[in-house]
């Protein structure tokens, strides 16, 4: 009989290997930062709304990064928790698949929008008098609407490929959720296509992606070096602190993953899982915070929503 006829339809899905026994007190910070993910992105998405002096192309530009962080977050939740507050492993293919579609689409998402706001920041400080004719409100649509054409249309495929292949014997994932490289290596079927397929995707997304923003920030500190006054170079500087906090909290932990999995054969399940928890998880949670910490406007607009007076807000710090 052939492995065909062994099929799997539902997988595994894998917690902090070690810790089962205390997975429902991880549960405890889990839903935290899932609570603190959806709250921060949204209080975003609404003082950018609410705040008329928000109304430009960077703002504009954070809340598309909002709406891409909300949508990681509800990829990866359903079975995190499944996981660790109802103990329930088991995921029927369909759902993995549908799973691992908008995770990585939401992935790449988030990679191109920050290559935008890049992008941003490159017109800002090397063209700022040009700032509002270059980046218009058709031309930010334009680039959402690219965003979103760009991420579907390539992981459209995943899915589908992935569907048509056998599985049989394990069927253990290495993750607490679906991705494309962890389901293909359980198929019993030759991957190859699929493997070039899945390093097609990444090299012309988020390898294309990291390589632009390199050399946006090559333009960016051409520039700055070129203006005379320190205080004014600083100033041209600190307005990409945040965005490049964002930089570093999306690749650091996806590149250290990749290493793994290609090179750590010596590394334990739990620092892979716990890899993948901090490139999934914390940017979500901690982009808000940045760019509330950072953004002037933003901050002051949220001092105003937690005092009631409303009145009498001074912040001495520059954006």
């Not at 691992?100 to 400080?125: G, K, N, Q």
């Not at 203006?227 to 964002?246: D, M, P």
């Amino acid at each position: 009989m052939s492995d065909s006829n062994y099929t799997s339809t539902s997988f595994f899905l894998t917690g902090l290997p070690g810790l089962e026994a205390v997975h429902i007190w991880l549960s405890i910070p889990l839903c935290a930062m899932y609570v603190a993910s959806l709250t921060g992105n949204s209080l975003i998405l609404w003082v950018v709304r609410s705040e008329p002096s928000l109304h430009q192309p960077m703002y504009y530009f954070l809340s598309m990064l909002a709406v891409t962080d909300l949508g990681l977050s509800a990829s990866t939740l359903p079975s995190m928790l499944t996981i660790y507050m109802l103990g329930l492993r088991e995921v029927a293919l369909d759902v993995c698949l549908a799973q691992l579609f908008f995770i990585h689409t939401f992935s790449i998402m988030e990679s191109s929008v920050l290559l935008t706001m890049a992008f941003d920041r490159v017109v800002a400080i090397s063209n700022p008098l040009r700032y509002g004719t270059i980046l218009t409100s058709p031309r930010i649509a334009s680039l959402g609407l690219a965003i979103m054409v760009r991420s579907i249309g390539l992981h459209i495929p995943a899915p589908i490929m992935l569907k048509q292949l056998p599985y049989c014997r394990n069927r253990l994932l290495s993750h607490s959720y679906c991705l494309h490289p962890d389901v293909m290596k359980l198929a019993c079927a030759d991957t190859h296509i699929n493997s070039a397929y899945g390093l097609f995707v990444v090299l012309s997304t988020l390898g294309v992606d990291a390589v632009l923003i390199v050399l946006s920030y090559g333009l960016i500190l051409h520039t700055v070096l070129s203006i005379a006054s320190k205080t004014e170079r600083l100033k041209a500087l600190n307005t990409c602190v945040s965005h490049i906090c964002s930089v570093l909290l999306f690749y650091t932990p996806m590149i250290g993953l990749s290493m793994i999995h290609r090179f750590g054969r010596w590394a334990s399940p739990c620092s892979r899982v716990l890899l993948s928890y901090l490139h999934f998880l914390t940017p979500p949670v901690l982009n808000p915070v940045v760019y509330t910490i950072k953004t002037k406007q933003i901050r002051l607009r949220m001092l105003r929503l937690f005092r009631s007076d409303g009145a009498g807000v001074r912040d001495p710090q520059d954006h």
